[in-house]
């Protein structure tokens, strides 16, 4: 029996055009002029010198943001552009630039499952303080009440067995008591080989999702814990 679900953000509760569209553009637009002006605030600094030394030289702030802008259009998963960004997406929250995407079947089922008394809980690629940003400014209001916990890059990569690994001793259940969504299938691997139960999302936006063996849901209205 499921006790806990954990699921995916981008593609699986919100919009992949949301992070795509509107996100990752505000946090290229603003990142520059942010920097210039917070640039010596102690959090920010330690930002701006993790990123230093992944790019591996003595860049100045100036080619240093040079550098955060390439990555952003990358999409790299890399922590302190993950910190930069959720920083900058906090402003833009709170000064209603944006709210944060769910489907509108997210949160009637989060709150369905929840009050069946299933733990919930998030892992994204975005930072755990970019995750609350999301799901604490929807149109659906703050959903962040409804999840236990959240995990992001730091318990290790997505496609990787090891973080799925750590995320099932986090939450003290065996790994068959745990339920992974995401509409990735290399995610969905790596969480089925150390015995996560999981559900692919195939919502029709972006590219076409490759389930594999993984069980299918077009929204959580399809998802049978």
Request: proline residues 5%.
């Amino acid at each position: 029996m499921v006790q806990a679900i954990v699921t995916d953000i981008e593609g699986t509760t919100s919009s992949l055009s949301f992070v795509k569209e509107v996100l990752f553009p505000y946090s290229a637009r603003q990142l520059p002029g942010f920097v210039r002006a917070h640039g010596q605030q102690p959090e920010v600094r330690r930002l701006l010198d993790e990123a230093r030394q992944v790019a591996g030289g003595a860049l100045d702030d100036e080619q240093l943001v040079a550098t955060l802008l390439r990555w952003i259009e990358e999409d790299r998963k890399l922590g302190p552009l993950k910190g930069l960004q959720g920083l900058l997406w906090e402003a833009g929250y709170r000064q209603g630039d944006f709210q944060g995407h769910v489907y509108e079947d997210v949160p009637r089922r989060l709150r369905e499952w929840r009050e069946r008394g299933l733990r919930l809980y998030v892992y994204s690629s975005g930072s755990v303080y970019a995750q609350k940003l999301l799901f604490g400014h929807t149109r659906f209001g703050d959903l962040t009440p409804l999840f236990s916990g959240y995990f992001d890059t730091g318990v290790g990569g997505k496609r990787e067995t090891a973080s799925y690994a750590a995320i099932v001793r986090e939450l003290g259940l065996p790994a068959a008591q745990v339920l992974f969504l995401s509409d990735v299938r290399e995610e969905l691997d790596a969480a089925a080989a150390v015995g996560l139960r999981t559900g692919c999302l195939t919502r029709g936006e972006g590219p076409t999702v490759d389930p594999g063996p993984h069980p299918v849901a077009q929204s959580f209205d399809d998802v049978q814990p």
